[in-house]
T-cell receptor, first 111, second 111 residues
Framework: NAGVTQTPKFRILKIGQSMTLQCTQD?????MYWYRQDPGMGLKLIYY?????ITDKGEVPNGYNVSRSTTEDFPLRLELAAPSQTSVYFC????WGYGYTFGSGTRLTVV | GENVEQHPSTLSVQEGDSAVIKCTYSDSASNYFPWYKQELGKRPQLIID?????GEKKDQRIAVTLNKTAKHFSLHITETQPEDSAVYFC??????????FGKGNQVVVIP
């Protein structure tokens, strides 16, 4: 039982490049979330999903996109990477009425 | 939506002393209050949680208390150890099952 798995752990992108951050959970939870955490700061919600086929924007969605074709997977797509997207990205999964289980994070640097 | 505030932002304690972090929330309908610990470079991890029908919950050296009337809840760490040094996030549930997070408290345990 791995919980929430994120790949890659580290990535360096050039400005204008694109990439997909992968997130997979094996807990059969309907709710999944993407957060970004800038150095010394709190968690900011990018996108979330309440089940397969349903996604919605959080507080900082610009420059990102998501899809949720299965319960297990919730990839985050970055198009045209910008230095402002340098951050640590956490994916989380949640059952109804419980706390989040976070993945180990992806540390992204855009140069 | 729910607004969660944490105080103080940074707390330094001598090893062996107790640490208390307080959070306030705005939505009286919130009924689930988890606490997360984030060590440097790691993911946030759930350490304890409390539901609105309980006033206090303990787990070894940590405890959480909830005052629904005043809309605040607190994390208590007794006999602090160096490994307790971390950022602690409180959260409160929103009606849509999401969690609203505080901005985090840095706890430093001085040996």
């Amino acid at each position: 039982n791995a919980g929430v798995t994120q790949t890659p752990k580290f990535r360096i992108l050039k400005i204008g490049q694109s990439m997909t951050l992968q997130c997979t959970q094996d807990m059969n939870h309907n709710y999944m979330y993407w957060y970004r955490q800038d150095p010394g700061m709190g968690l900011k919600l990018i996108y979330y999903s309440v089940g397969a086929g349903i996604t919605d924007k959080g507080e900082v969605p610009n420059g990102y996109n998501v899809s949720r074709s299965t319960t297990e997977d919730f990839p985050l797509r970055l198009e045209l990477a910008a230095p402002s997207q340098t951050s640590v990205y956490f994916c989380a999964a949640q059952g109804w009425g419980y706390g989040y289980t976070f993945g180990s994070g992806t540390r992204l640097t855009v140069v | 939506g729910e607004n969660v505030e944490q105080h103080p932002s940074t707390l330094s304690v001598q090893e062996g002393d107790s640490a208390v972090i307080k959070c306030t929330y705005s939505d009286s309908a919130s009924n689930y209050f988890p606490w997360y610990k984030q060590e440097l470079g790691k993911r946030p991890q759930l350490i304890i949680d409390i539901r609105s029908n309980v006033g206090e919950k303990k787990d070894q050296r940590i405890a959480v208390t909830l005052n629904k009337t005043a809309k605040h809840f607190s994390l208590h760490i007794t006999e602090t150890q160096p490994e307790d040094s971390a950022v602690y996030f409180c959260a409160a549930s929103e009606g849509n099952n999401r969690l609203a997070f505080g901005k985090g408290n840095q706890v430093v345990v001085i040996p």
